[in-house]
Every structure is written in C-alpha cells, then in structure tokens.
C-alpha cells in the first residue's frame, strides 16, 4: 500500500537520501519500492491445501483483512490529534500492526480466489458494498475514550479468534495467525491499561469511559455472529463469545465500570457488515482512504 | 566466490560463503546490527547445479515497513558478490521472535544504547488473559531492564511504543538517562 505520487523538490531531502542520491559504503540506496520486493507475501508457497475452497478462503481473508484495513485507518486518525505524543505514538503503531496484517490477509485473498488481484487493488478499488469488516471498525473515532473502548472489544475478540486460527490449514493464514497473536497481546494490554486508568480515575473520566463503553457495546454482538464463509473455512466466532465477554468483563469490573446492558445494532434483513451492509461511516473513511491510488491511477514512485 | 582455497566443489562451504554476504547486511532500522544477528535471516540455500542462491527471512512484525527493504539489500549484496541467480523469499512460520536476536546481536544494541530484549520465557504474555493491575512500570528484580547506559536495574518504562515498531521507551532513575528497549515478542 504504498501508492504516492512522485514528488523531488528541494527539501524532500530525506526521500532523496533514501533513493540513493547519497550512496552508501556500497553505493546502492535504501529504498525497495519499484524494485519487485513490496509484496508482503514475497516468494512464500501459494499453493492451496487440499480440501479449501478458495473463493471462501479468500472470502474470509478478505473479512479479516477488511477489519484489520479499516481499523487501521481509524487509529491513524489520531495521529496528530491523541492528549499526548506517546499516545499518538502507539495508535499509530497499533495501525501499524492492523495495517500489515490487512497486508498478508488480503494478498492472500487475491491469491486464494485466483484473481490475481494484488492488495492495493483490493485496498482501493473495491466499493463500499464490497468490503466485508465488521461495522465496530467503521465507527467515527469519537472521543478518546471511545476510541479505547472499540480498541479493548477488538483486541480481545480478535487476539482469540487469532489463537484459535493459528492451527488453520491454510499456512498463510495460520501465519498471519501466530504472528498477530502476539501483536494483538500488545493491543489488549494497551487498551485495558487505559480502561483502568480512566474507570479508576475521576468521577468524570470514569464517565466518559462508561459512556464509551455504552456507545460501542452495540456493536459487539456483531463480531460473534457467524456467517456463512465463516462456519465453511473459519472458527465459528459464536464460541469465541463466552471467553471473550468473560475477559471484557474482568477488565471493565477492575475498571471500576459496569458491562453495559445494551440491545446489539440492528442489522439489514439479517444482513451487516460481513455481508457488505455497512454503516454512514465506512464511505467517507474509503473516500479518504482510496483518494490517491484513484485520482493516480498506477502511480508508482 | 573465489578465494575458497582447499574447499572449492564443497556445497557446505558454497552455502556457508553465501549465508555470510547475506548475514551481513545491516538492517535499515537498527543498523548497528545485521539480519542475521537480528534473526531475520532464517536460511540460505545454493543449488549445487544451478549455483542458484535462495535467501529466506522472518519478517519481524506484520506491519514491519522495512521488509522490502531487507529483501532488496540482500538481493543486492549477493548478487555484488557475484551470485547471478539470486531469489529472495520470505518465510512466516514459525514467527519471528525477539528469542531469535543472538547474544552478538544483544551485546551491539547495548553497546548503540538501545536495551536487548529480555527471553521472551521470562515475561509473561499472551496467551491468556493480560494482568489486570496498571502497578508500577519499574521492573521487578526477577527480570530487571539494566540502564544501558550505567547498567542500573532501576528504571521504568514511559510508554510502550517507541520510534519503532519493536521498541519501547524507557528511562533510568539512577542516571536520569532515557533509552529504547527491543521489546520482548
């Protein structure tokens, strides 16, 4: 994902120095794009295992790989608008980890449903009804306490349903799997460690902490309702329910808080985000999102 | 490829000289170490036939920006050393873990002022579920964080995300001296 434009002023000094206008001890520069090395999955055996069907493969690779993109764009919002540097800091490399597992997942969806697809014509040239995220990652941002809430549902959902996947058939996604186990370790204990400190803090952070909590609890049912791709190649996320509530509630009891008692988001005829049926959020986020690959068709640096 | 004096027709001496090109390349965002002192080098093969060289890495995180990076100094080094047909892949199990850096590798991110990671056996982690306590962020003396600077065990961490990916940001209570940390995964 790495569609810009070309650009050589003057003071883009730092890029020039990184393209090899400073040549190092063997005069070759630093940067790879453009040299056949950016895909995420380079040389790694593509083959399917026998007995997947690839289009649901890619399917569902497309469903995590959807929810790790558009999270990802969500947390690097905060980048220049987080309370403290350090904060902006970690959203962004929280992104950062979401951002490259979109990468794998959906490199590996345009492998397994033999479209050749690449991530980047994945990332910015589906539509909205294309995409297949969960609806909990479209949400505007809100407040920062908003934001911790969606991250603390997320990471815990999503750090089980990556142990349970670490032992997929498919070697790509079990990879992705076992690697972003560990990631989303980091991710969990983060948001938990805010949760904590605002539910244990002032009456008014625990406040809004609460009303976090309270606004994106709706949107929780969704990540453990089944579709159809899920139940053929995936872990049926319904199990993952029980254990998942039971650490968000341990995490929102130490918080001081109470687990809110909230009727799920109404879906479309039964139809939500796995199924494309998105909220108001998700068009303006892809806008933004998709803005340059399409008004630069095939740039490349 | 020339210069290997008494060992010429050996594949194991082959590989061993195009494993050491490739172990050698620095990597783009802890440059004082190499790919293979960071454990991101996980192998590196030579057709005997062919003389085809096949170099596969561990990226690091998923979102490690520096992969292509990586992939592209190796390419380039081996094939500066004279290997004609070069092959870069990436291999993502088992995953790449801070446990991989060598004991070399620990000593230079020291001796550069960036502490080493602790065995991932000694911190607890995922799975299961995180500590539900925020406590102190000074470390406990089972597993201190030595300052790398003047080797004090009293520090604590400012925030768990860094300038990269993998760091963390500390600081020293004895020498007042802030430091990153590769942080263990």
């Known amino acids: 994902m790495h569609d810009h434009t070309t650009s050589t002023t003057e003071d883009d000094h730092v890029y020039l120095s990184l393209a090899g206008a400073t040549p190092g001890p063997e005069g070759e520069g630093r940067w790879a794009y453009g040299t056949g090395f950016a895909d995420p999955l380079l040389g790694v055996d593509t083959a399917l295992p026998a007995g997947l069907a690839g289009a649901d493969l890619a399917a569902y690779c497309q469903m995590l790989g959807d929810d790790a993109l558009v999270l990802a764009q969500r947390l690097i919002e905060w980048c220049t608008r987080a309370p403290e540097l350090e904060e902006e800091v970690a959203l962004a490399n929280l992104g950062l ?205 | 490829m020339t210069g290997t004096t008494g060992t010429v027709g050996s594949v194991g001496t082959v590989r061993d000289l195009a494993w050491s090109v490739a172990a050698a390349v620095p990597d783009p965002e802890l440059p004082m170490l190499t790919l293979a002192d960071l454990g991101v080098l996980a192998e590196v093969e030579v057709d005997g036939a062919s003389g085809t060289v096949t170099a596969w890495l561990t990226p690091t995180y998923s979102g490690c920006p520096a992969v292509a990076e990586m992939a592209a100094d190796v390419d380039r080094r081996l094939r500066a050393a004279g290997y004609p047909d070069v092959r870069v892949r990436l291999r993502l199990d088992p995953p790449w873990s801070t446990d991989l850096i060598t004991a070399e590798g620990r000593r230079k991110l020291a001796e550069a002022g960036i502490a080493p990671p602790r065995p991932t056996s000694a911190v607890a982690s995922a799975p299961g579920p995180v500590p539900l306590a925020l406590g102190p962020t000074r470390t406990g003396a089972a597993t201190p964080v030595p300052c790398p600077h003047c080797g004090g065990n009293d520090t604590e961490e400012l925030s768990r995300f860094g300038s990269t990916a993998c760091k963390a940001l500390w600081r020293c209570r004895a020498c007042r001296e802030p430091f990153e940390r590769v942080k263990e995964i």
Do not use: C
Request: no cysteine; charged share 25%.
């Open chain 1, 97 to 301: 980890d979401l951002l490259g597992q979109a990468r794998l997942l959906l490199t590996r969806a345009g492998q397994a449903d033999g479209s050749g697809r690449t991530e980047d014509d994945l990332a910015y040239w589906r539509e909205e009804y294309e995409f297949r995220n969960v609806r909990l990652v479209e949400t505007p941002n809100g407040d920062f306490a908003y934001s911790i809430a969606r991250l603390l549902l997320f990471s815990t959902a999503r750090g089980a349903l990556y142990e349970a996947l670490a032992a997929h058939p498919d070697p790509v996604l079990a990879a992705v799997a076992a690697r972003g186990v560990k990631e989303l370790a980091y991710h969990r204990e983060y948001a938990s460690a805010w949760t904590l400190r605002l539910g244990d803090g002032t009456s008014y952070s625990a406040e809004r902490m609460q009303a976090g909590l309270d606004a994106v609890w709706p949107l929780l049912e969704e990540l453990f309702t089944a579709h159809p791709v899920e139940l053929r190649v995936g872990v049926d996320p319904a199990e993952l329910r029980e254990p998942v509530l039971r650490e968000l509630a341990a995490v929102i009891a130490e918080a001081g808080l109470t687990v809110p008692d909230v009727p799920p988001l109404a879906t479309v005829l039964g139809r939500a985000g796995r199924d494309g049926v998105h909220t108001e959020a998700l068009g303006p986020l892809l806008a933004e999102l998709q803005v340059v690959a399409r008004a630069h068709p095939g740039a490349t640096w």
